[in-house]
Each structure stands twice: as structure tokens, then as C-alpha cells.
């Protein structure tokens, strides 16, 4: 198996995910530099880490959706390849148009980094299918904008067609419907804002996010 992180200037998470993914299932990783406009070949999973890049200028995420590398992640999305934005990446996925919606500030407008917890709502997926019968899951969070807003006839789309995967059990964010992580309609992108690549060890306040990984590899 075979797995791309993409860094761009200011990710700060991209060798978390790296190791993560290695430590956690048999893929093997390449990072690939923002200003490449080809992918690897034969991925099973790309990855768009967190941080904060572009220094969170004009908007999270808004300068590096127009990266070059991010017409190549469009096509393979479109392809069917598994994509997975954390935390600043799924800011980005949301600005690229990947995925519905935008991220905004956190309601009491203060950066949140702490533990939380989580339903894992959908576990019928390429990204889930590890949790089994756990339905629960703890993470980590670190982000000033990590505020999911939609309009609400796209939240009621979202939870009606289950593409709403985790939710969270106190709401660190003012996110709409406690919100924590979507999947396109096609059920092949993921954009969450609990980094699962800072969760994979117990040591590393819980592991439940290697299933994350190990999940999406194993559909592959």
C-alpha cells in the first residue's frame, strides 16, 4: 500500500501523519511537495495535514487550495482515491470545493487544543469501518477556525445521506449540528478537524485514530 502526505508552507503536521500511517498499517509514505502538479503513482490514500498554511493569510486554507498539487488531488478524488484533510486540510478540501461547507472562527473566538470526544455516527465507511461496534472515539483538537458552517438544507443533506462520520459529544467549537468530520457524496474524501495523526498511540492520549488509517488501507 501506498500513501501521499502533501506539505505545504506552514503544515506543521505532515511527518505526524507520516508516522502515523506507517506505525499504524503496512503503507508506505511519500510527501509530496505543494508546488508538484503530479502524484505519485498508485496511491491508495492522500493526505493534506494540518498547520497552518500560508500562515492562515485571506483565509484558512483559501491560498493553498490553489496550490498546483491540488488540480492532481482533485482528479484523483474524482478517480475514487481516498483523500483525507486534518484539521487546516480539511479547511482546505472546503476551499478547493471538495466539500460543502466552510470553516469559521470558534464561537468564543479563542484557540482550542485539547482532548475530545466523539460518536463516530457513520460506521458503514472506507473511513470507519475499524471502529466496529465502539461508536465512540477520543481525539485531539488544535485550531482557531475549526467552526464547521452549512447552510440547513445542506446539513440535513449531509446527515440524510450519512456522510456526517463523527460528531462531537461536547462541542469545543460552536461547530453547526456538533459537527467534526464529513465525507463528499461520493464517499471517498474525508475533511475532519480532531487530528487522528496526534491519537494513534495510547501513550498519545488515546489511540483510537489509528483505525482512521488503518480503516481507509484497508479498503484499498
Avoid at 54 to 60: A, W
Avoid at 190 to 201: A, C, I, N, S, V
Wanted: glycine share 10%; net charge negative.
Amino acid at each position: 500500500m501506498k500513501a501521499a502526505v502533501v506539505v505545504f508552507p506552514g503544515s506543521n503536521c505532515d511527518r505526524d501523519c507520516k508516522s502515523a500511517i506507517e506505525t499504524t498499517t503496512d503503507a508506505k509514505v511519500e510527501m509530496v511537495w505543494h508546488q508538484d502538479s503530479e502524484l505519485p503513482p498508485g496511491l491508495d490514500l492522500i493526505v493534506l495535514p494540518g498547520g497552518f498554511s500560508y500562515g492562515d493569510y485571506l483565509r484558512c486554507g483559501a491560498m493553498a487550495a490553489q496550490s498546483p498539487v491540488m488540480r492532481a488531488v482533485a482528479k484523483a478524488a474524482d478517480e475514487g482515491r481516498a483523500v483525507v484533510g486534518i484539521c487546516n486540510g480539511f479547511q482546505i478540501l472546503c476551499e478547493a470545493l471538495m466539500l460543502p461547507g466552510a470553516l469559521l472562527r470558534n464561537a468564543d473566538l479563542k484557540y482550542v487544543c485539547k482532548a475530545v470526544e466523539l460518536d463516530v455516527v457513520n460506521a458503514q465507511t472506507r473511513f470507519t469501518s475499524r471502529y466496529g461496534e465502539t461508536r465512540r472515539a477520543t481525539m485531539t483538537v488544535g485550531n482557531g477556525e475549526g467552526n464547521f458552517f452549512a447552510d440547513e438544507d445542506t446539513l440535513d443533506r449531509l446527515e440524510g445521506e450519512g456522510q456526517v462520520l463523527f460528531r462531537y459529544r461536547n462541542n469545543p467549537n460552536g461547530s453547526s449540528r456538533d459537527i467534526a468530520g464529513i465525507v463528499n457524496a461520493k464517499g471517498n474524501v474525508l475533511g475532519l478537524m480532531p487530528h487522528p495523526d496526534r491519537t494513534f498511540e495510547p501513550d498519545l492520549v488515546s489511540a483510537d485514530g489509528a483505525a482512521l488509517f488503518q480503516s481507509v488501507l484497508a479498503s484499498a
